[in-house]
């Protein structure tokens, strides 16, 4: 605890200063003695605040919580929550919240902010446009026009595109079902 209690501080100031390098500022909450809050201002045309999330998880970061004001209450229990998630109603930015937990250390704290300075970075980089899929070439089956092809191939040219190869797999089977009913 005594650990804990004395690293909160400096993180403190490294994650305001981060922050800040970032356009957004550490929220003040005095009372709170190991979470922390930053602001998380959308961007134009900019990626959806809780892809911030989705973007901390990839680089194993766990904990932090996005958290975006809304009016439409959500029912938990049959208790209606305004802000679900959130610790206070009406809150009038979107935020994330950061620990200091039990047994942090100080080379942890500094993975911390070396991966959420690129993830802000990334997160506040426009989005650009889609980016166009790699045309596949027809498998050469010798089976005329009709196209073809083994499953292995069709599952590994879905997962070299980013697709899921249980997905095509599915696909393939309805396919060869087609084929052999035709």
Do not use: W
């Not at 680089?59 to 229990?77: D, N």
């Not at 937990?101 to 902010?113: K, P, S, V, Y």
């Not at 300075?117 to 506040?124: L, S």
């Amino acid at each position: 605890l005594a650990d804990r209690q004395a690293l909160m501080p400096p993180f403190r100031v490294q994650l305001a200063a981060l922050a800040e390098r970032h356009g957004e500022r550490l929220l003040h909450t005095p009372n709170n003695t190991i979470s922390m809050a930053i602001t998380l201002s959308p961007e134009e045309g900019g990626r959806p605040p809780t892809a911030m999330g989705a973007s901390l998880f990839i680089r194993l970061i766990s904990g932090c919580r996005i958290v975006v004001p809304s009016s439409k209450p959500k029912a938990v229990a049959g208790i209606n929550f305004t802000n679900y998630g959130s610790h206070h109603d009406a809150y009038p930015c979107v935020y994330f919240t950061v620990a200091c937990a039990l047994g942090i250390t100080q080379l942890e704290i500094d993975l911390f902010l070396k991966k959420l300075d690129k993830t802000f970075a990334e997160h506040k980089r426009p989005l650009g446009p889609p980016k166009a899929l790699p045309a596949l070439a027809p498998p050469a089956s010798g089976r005329g026009s009709g196209g073809g092809g083994s499953a292995a191939s069709s599952v590994a040219a879905a997962a070299a595109v980013g697709g899921s190869a249980a997905g095509a797999a599915g696909a393939v089977a309805g396919e060869a079902a087609g084929e052999a009913a035709g």
